[in-house]
């Protein structure tokens, strides 16, 4: 089992860059981790996911080129470094973690086990 701890949300003027950490407990190297977000009135949706050993990643159309998923397995700590932010990235950030296979990873919510609580990230235009 895995306990997730996001931060380093919060708010930034379009055009600026945040970096979100998440801080996991036990054996975090077992999991591929994934980061969504959630913004008021819709579903969760997947932004980024990165493989257990890091050497994967992939993301949603709407981040590519703007948003870099990272891990430290030594460090138990994935980010999601965010460039660019548009107004429409304003969402509640969350981190999960995954059972799986070396080189797999999922955009599905329900391919992931554990969540964090997650992190406000609020874009002023």
């Known amino acids: 089992q895995v306990q997730l701890e996001e931060s380093g949300g919060g708010l930034v003027q379009a055009g600026g860059s945040l970096r979100l950490s998440c801080a996991g407990s036990?054996?975090?190297?077992?999991?591929?981790m994934g980061w969504f977000r959630q913004a008021p009135g819709k579903e969760r949706e997947f932004v980024a996911a990165i493989t257990r050993s890091g050497i994967s990643t992939d993301y949603a159309d709407s981040v590519k080129g703007r948003f870099t998923i990272s891990r430290d397995n030594a460090k138990n700590t994935v980010w999601l470094q965010m460039n660019s932010l548009k107004p429409e990235d304003t969402a509640v950030y969350y981190c999960a973690a995954r059972v799986t296979a070396p080189y797999s990873t999922s955009r599905s919510r329900a391919g992931y086990d554990y969540w964090g609580q997650g992190t406000q990230v609020t874009v002023s235009s």
């Open positions: 036990g054996r975090f190297s077992s999991y591929a």
